[in-house]
């Protein structure tokens, strides 16, 4: 069964960090581009960042500089680095891979940026 | 960055009937990067359309995609109990950024 499991979310204080996991089954992550997409409470869904299958990488202006996305290979996991966290991070984060589109999602994982 | 703009942003229709929901970008989207998600509380999104008109796997013949250029609809020919929920357009994977659309709700009349 192709899936997608996230993990890694919990409460952080303002200028803190996380690092989001998301691991893969039932298919390869780094044959495949992945994705992670955020969705504020009561609000849209917002691309965050994407690793291409040859390694490139790309960001969204809003977390630029202070996320790194990446992926370990063995593992079949793909991650999120989440630096210098603000208030406006507090989102459920999604992984998603994009074969024809975001076809697989993960169920989430939720990231609270609090004192 | 091309911006998505869906209308309504409500619509609100009964079961039986046929929903048709817009997504206007704001520069030409190639056809085969403009997706169709579906959303309901608690859960992830869900793909169906791709390509602006292929449905993907296991998606009922009641949706369907069509459009091209700048102006992108959804189709849901007559509407089930199951799909009142939250709808979003993308454009995707040429050139990052990818942006959705701020989504539109789907509520019962």
């Known amino acids: 069964e192709v899936q997608l499991v996230e993990s890694g979310g919990g409460l952080v204080q303002p200028g803190g960090s996380l690092r989001l996991s998301c691991e893969a089954s039932?298919?390869?992550?780094?044959?495949?581009?992945m994705n992670w997409v955020r969705q504020a409470p009561g609000k849209g869904l917002e691309w965050v960042s994407v690793i291409y299958s040859g390694g490139s990488t790309y960001y969204a202006d809003s977390v630029k500089g202070r996320f790194t996305i990446s992926r370990h290979n063995s593992k079949n996991t793909l991650y999120l680095q989440m630096n210098s966290l603000r208030a406006e991070d507090t989102a459920v984060y999604y992984c998603a891979t994009d074969r024809d589109a975001f076809d697989i999602w993960g169920q989430g994982t939720m990231v609270i940026v609090s004192s | 960055e091309i911006v998505l703009t869906q209308s309504p942003g409500t619509l609100s229709l009964s079961p039986g009937e046929r929903a048709t929901l817009s997504c206007r970008a704001s520069q030409s989207v190639s056809s085969s990067y403009l997706a169709w998600y579906q959303q309901k509380p608690g859960q992830a999104p869900r793909l169906l359309i791709y390509?602006?008109?292929s449905r993907a796997t296991g998606i009922p013949a009641r949706f369907s995609g069509s459009g091209s250029g700048t102006d992108f609809t959804l189709t849901i020919s007559r509407l089930e109990p199951e799909d009142f929920a939250v709808y979003y357009c993308q454009q995707y994977g040429s050139s990052p950024p990818y942006s959705f659309g701020q989504g539109t709700k789907l509520e019962i009349k």
């Open positions: 390509g602006a008109s």
């Open positions: 039932g298919f390869t992550v780094s044959s495949n581009y």
